[in-house]
T-cell receptor, first 116, second 110 residues
Framework: KAGVTQTPRYLIKTRGQQVTLSCSPI?????VSWYQQTPGQGLQFLFE???????NKGNFPGRFSGRQFSNSRSEMNVSTLELGDSALYLC???????????????FGPGTRLTVT | QKEVEQNSGPLSVPEGAIASLNCTYS??????FFWYRQYSGKSPELIMF????GDKEDGRFTAQLNKASQYVSLLIRDSQPSDSATYLC??????????FGAGTILRVKS
């Protein structure tokens, strides 16, 4: 079974620009979560989508947004980029047997975003 | 918000020894626990998960839960240089929202 895929793998943007990152979950997985990883803050939860609906949200400003499509693929968007947005953005997918319970999440390779 | 704490290390062990990694969590009601391994420059890889109903062994890895003291351990037997990585402990806060510890750096010396 193919793993979680993320595109692009690397991205360099300028302050003030916007960026869209894409994630394709493992086949059959309907939950997609996004995380930001930085050396200073570690891994932090951004949001989770399930069946095209945002189900959970972390403590990030409204510049960070996402969506999920009917095929479970997900995108996240960051508008008005700041230097502090430079990070590894990770997508994780999981398969839920029982709605609302916690299941194993599998990460994609990540997108390394550099804001200059 | 739930908190997960890990000693940042580095934890250095000789090849063939047992590496013991610990993680403490703040919410006594936590029911599941996940261990991820992350090599430098790579994404986290799920290596072990346990639920509140007991310990779990998978190959050289054993996860143990101490609910009374609110910590979960990961034991790596017969440690190999390839086990050198950062080990992240994660606890669900709500649904699939995982709260991660800062990670423990493990170095296995040959």
């Amino acid at each position: 079974k193919a793993g979680v895929t993320q595109t692009p793998r690397y991205l360099i943007k300028t302050r003030g620009q916007q960026v869209t990152l894409s994630c394709s979950p493992i086949s059959g997985h309907r939950s997609v979560s996004w995380y930001q990883q930085t050396p200073g803050q570690g891994l932090q939860f951004l949001f989770e989508y399930f069946s095209e609906t945002q189900r959970n949200k972390g403590n990030f400003p409204g510049r960070f947004s996402g969506r999920q499509f009917s095929n479970s693929r997900s995108e996240m968007n960051v508008s008005t980029l700041e230097l502090g947005d430079s990070a590894l953005y990770l997508c994780a997918s999981s398969y839920e047997l029982q709605l609302g319970s916690s299941y194993e999440q599998y990460f994609g390779p990540g997108t390394r975003l550099t804001v200059t | 918000q739930k908190e997960v704490e890990q000693n940042s290390g580095p934890l250095s062990v000789p090849e063939g020894a047992i590496a013991s990694l610990n993680c403490t969590y703040s919410d006594r009601g936590s029911q599941s626990f996940f261990w991820y391994r992350q090599y430098s420059g790579k994404s986290p890889e799920l290596i072990m998960f346990i639920y509140s109903n007991g310990d779990k062994e998978d190959g050289r890895f054993t996860a143990q839960l101490n609910k009374a003291s609110q910590y979960v351990s990961l034991l790596i037997r017969d440690s190999q240089p390839s086990d050198s990585a950062t080990y992240l402990c994660a606890v669900p806060e709500r649904g699939n929202k995982l709260v991660f510890g800062a990670g423990t750096i493990l170095r296995v010396k040959s």
